[in-house]
């Protein structure tokens, strides 16, 4: 069974300091919540740069090489047409298509890169358990959850987070 | 801050002299060799003062648009672009030889060809030499008295402080853009469409602009850093900086390749002699291998390169994809204006060098000498701190 233990933090300030305590004290599986994005927050818990940027890239490439080998395969083989005197094979032409469907399978990249990366979507957590989180952490809460596979870990957890001026501290389980 | 606001040492004493020498050595080396073929040294003259022109208007754009969206990021490196502007009296001077050269560059300059000519007859109450003085004073009195303006409002702010000057700017700006817009736009149809007179474009004037605003914000860059390089500005121009003007250089280089696409693709399209024969011209011979090294190295391999954050950040790269872009721009329009000259293809002749070295050294003389008299950075601005903390998130 897995647990996690959630603390909460009275403002972003004291979340940032949290994080960096959290981080420095060795948790890997933690995450601090807040209602809004809080500048310095990467850094506070260490986090890597994001993969996405990569999976928009190869999103746009498949989009510009299907685009551009859509319009020449029915250009020259599926539907022949001569169109004001050009050749079949008139590249130029299929520059805007192949632009916007470059662009097209860019955005899809990043929307469902990102829903990916964020395991989206979830109907289920185990930190809506918590009252509070589940009533403060979208408008007014800040909270620090840190998660373990040992329900052993759960006392001494509850102590760190304590310790470093969490209230409201309690442990959820599965 | 402990930052030096002055230039001292090699960038304020010799670095304008030994500039000065290249320029006139290089100047008068191409008057020298010009006197044999003058179409050849005012086509090379004019590739070489358009590319400095359209980094100095470049540069007042940037400026503009910095007051107009009370930009804070980039205080710390205005005064940058400003000196890049302060050179546009300069290319107003550096004019008079495209004037004495009017003959061997436009020939609708000629009346009696106008004469024998339905279309040039046509355009001649717009193309005739003495509205075309009047348009290029016209263009240059703009453009010095926005240069002036912006130039002395800041620099005075160096001395008083005086947060009303900021204001005052800001003001200036919305009215500053519409004429910027108008003359640029003009003098682009002015001094490169009517090389060939017959031919239009309605894009010519934004297309020019593309190419121009990018080589700007690579030439400030690179200013940037050959500055940090002699340990000036380190802590007022971060590495945040270079990657915001990294992110605008990648936008401008799509831009670019955007108008230029458009130009050419709607011409494609219609297919009307007019306005093919242009692009014949500019893909006769080996000006076509020329066309796709332009649009690779000015297009392709930037953009592949300045999507990365990593690159934008890391200054080395960033140094050599700004200095690529910068030599592209030139080599684009040399691409636009020298086959009109040389038809059959590409003719390189010492005077493009002279031409070049010349114009670099008195511009690179002037620039330098200019900036040893002021503070390296408006250091009363009121937003410099706001613009010294920023960070990309």
């Given at each position: ?50 993969v996405l940027g990569w999976i928009v890239l190869c999103g746009g490439l498949t989009g510009c090489v299907a685009g551009f080998g859509l319009q020449a395969w029915v250009a020259t083989e599926a539907y022949p ?6 050749p079949l094979f008139s590249y130029q032409a299929f520059v805007p298509v192949t632009f916007e469907v470059t662009v097209l399978f860019a955005a899809f990249a990043a929307v469902f890169g990102?829903?990916g ?58 | ?249 990648f936008?401008?280089v799509i831009?670019?390749a955007y108008?230029?696409f458009?130009?050419y693709f ?26 796709i090294?332009?649009i690779v190295f000015?297009f392709v391999v930037p953009f592949f390169l300045f999507a990365s ?85």
């Amino acid at each position: 069974m897995a647990i996690s233990v959630i603390g909460e933090f009275k403002d972003p300030t004291e979340l940032l300091r949290a994080a960096k305590k959290t981080n420095k004290a060795g948790y890997k599986t933690f995450d601090a919540h807040s209602p809004f994005p809080i500048h310095g927050m990467d850094d506070a818990m260490d986090l890597k740069g994001s993969v996405l940027g990569w999976i928009v890239l190869c999103g746009g490439l498949t989009g510009c090489v299907a685009g551009f080998g859509l319009q020449a395969w029915v250009a020259t083989e599926a539907y022949p047409l001569v169109i004001s005197g050009k050749p079949l094979f008139s590249y130029q032409a299929f520059v805007p298509v192949t632009f916007e469907v470059t662009v097209l399978f860019a955005a899809f990249a990043a929307v469902f890169g990102m829903f990916g990366l964020n395991k989206l979507p979830q109907l289920y957590n185990r930190l809506f358990k918590h009252r509070d989180f589940s009533k403060k952490a979208a408008s007014h809460g800040f909270f620090v959850s840190i998660a373990s596979e040992l329900d052993s870990d759960e006392a001494s957890i509850v102590d760190f987070l304590k310790s470093i001026g969490a209230t409201n501290v309690s442990g959820v389980k599965e | 801050m402990a930052e030096v606001n002055k230039l001292n040492g090699f960038l304020e004493k010799r670095f304008p002299k030994i500039a000065l020498v290249v320029g006139i050595v290089g100047i008068c080396g191409a008057i020298i060799l010009g006197r044999e073929d003058s179409t050849q040294f005012f086509y090379s003259y004019l590739v070489s003062y358009l590319f400095f022109l359209t980094i100095s208007l470049g540069a007042l754009f940037f400026v503009i648009i910095q007051h107009l969206t009370r930009a804070g990021w980039s205080v710390g490196l205005r005064r940058i672009p400003e000196h890049l502007m302060a050179n546009l009296p300069l290319m107003a001077v550096l004019f008079i030889p495209i004037l004495l050269g009017l003959h061997d560059l436009y020939h609708w300059s000629d009346t009696v060809e106008v004469l024998h000519d339905a279309l040039l007859s046509k355009k001649a109450p717009f193309l005739n030499v003495p509205f075309f003085i009047v348009r290029a004073v016209l263009y240059f009195g703009s453009w010095i008295w926005l240069s002036r303006f912006f130039f002395k409002n800041s620099t005075d702010q160096d001395k008083s402080g005086d947060k009303g000057l900021t204001l005052s700017m800001q003001k200036v700006s919305a009215v500053a853009i519409l004429v910027y817009a108008l003359t640029q736009t003009f003098s682009a149809i002015d001094w490169i469409m009517s090389l060939t007179p017959h031919w239009f474009s309605t894009m010519i004037g934004v297309y020019i602009f593309a190419g121009g605003i990018l080589a700007a914000v690579c030439t400030i860059s690179l200013v940037a850093l050959m500055l940090r390089q002699f340990g000036y500005l380190k802590e007022t121009i971060t590495v945040e900086h270079y990657h915001d003007l990294g992110k605008l250089i990648f936008g401008f280089v799509i831009f670019w390749a955007y108008i230029a696409f458009s130009q050419y693709f709607l011409i494609w399209y219609a297919n009307i002699p007019e306005e093919t024969e242009w692009y014949i011209h500019h893909i006769t011979g080996n000006w076509n291998t020329f066309a796709i090294f332009v649009i690779v190295f000015h297009f392709v391999v930037p953009f592949f390169l300045f999507a990365s954050r990593h690159a934008k950040r890391n200054l080395k790269v960033h140094a050599g994809v700004v200095l690529l872009l910068i030599v592209m721009h030139f080599l684009e329009l040399y691409w636009v204006v020298m086959p009109n000259f040389s038809h059959h293809g590409i003719h390189v002749s010492t005077l493009d060098f002279l031409c070049f070295f010349g114009l670099f050294g008195i511009y690179a003389s002037v620039l330098f000498f200019r900036m040893g008299k002021y503070a390296l950075y408006p250091i009363k601005d009121p937003r410099l701190k706001e613009s010294q903390d920023f960070i990309n998130h």
